[in-house]
Every structure is written in C-alpha cells, then in structure tokens.
C-alpha cells in the first residue's frame, strides 16, 4: 500500500513524506539536525519524554511511483511543511 503521511513533532512542526510500501514504522528522513536544534529549546525532562504522531493522509494500492511523488509535493503545499515555521520539509523550496 503506497501511501503519503504527515508526522506532527512535539516541536509543533510537521513533515509530510511518501511510503512506497506502506510501513508503519516507517517515518521519513527529515533533517535531523533541524529537529535536533529545536528539541535544544526544550527543557531536559521534555526531551525525555514525548510523542511523535503519525498519520496517513492518503493511500492508494496501484497509484505510480510519480502519482505518489506528485501527491506527496501536493500535501506537502497544502500543508505549508515546507515553510520553516510550520515544518520541516525543505522541498520544494518555500516561496
């Protein structure tokens, strides 16, 4: 099941990613360091102790690899993830 998610950070900010085999474990590869330089502001307990939440935006079992790609850049638009404020998906470039 190929599928577009969005992952909501106790930092607030989202990021929106594709799975072309629809894993739940599965949660992207946004920048690290820019999650990690947010996680800094939070105080040593908070970073201790958090959640991370995973949701499915979309699915589909027979949509093209360049369906879920154009969905993917789609939800990411939607969603402003891509404005720094907001998340962290750097692509496409926010305007």
């Not at 959640?51 to 699915?59: A, C, G, P, T, Y």
Request: some cysteine.
């Amino acid at each position: 099941m190929k599928q577009i998610y969005m992952i909501t950070y106790p930092t607030g900010k989202i990021y929106i990613g594709k799975d072309s085999i629809g894993s739940h474990r599965y949660f992207g590869s946004p920048s690290m360091e820019l999650i990690n330089q947010d996680f800094e502001t939070f105080s040593l307990e908070k970073r201790k102790d958090y959640s991370v939440r995973k949701q499915i935006l979309w699915e589909s079992e027979d949509c093209t690899e360049a369906e879920l790609s154009s969905k993917e850049v789609g939800f990411i638009r939607k969603y402003n993830s891509n404005n720094p404020q907001i998340g962290y998906n750097r692509w496409p470039k926010f305007m």
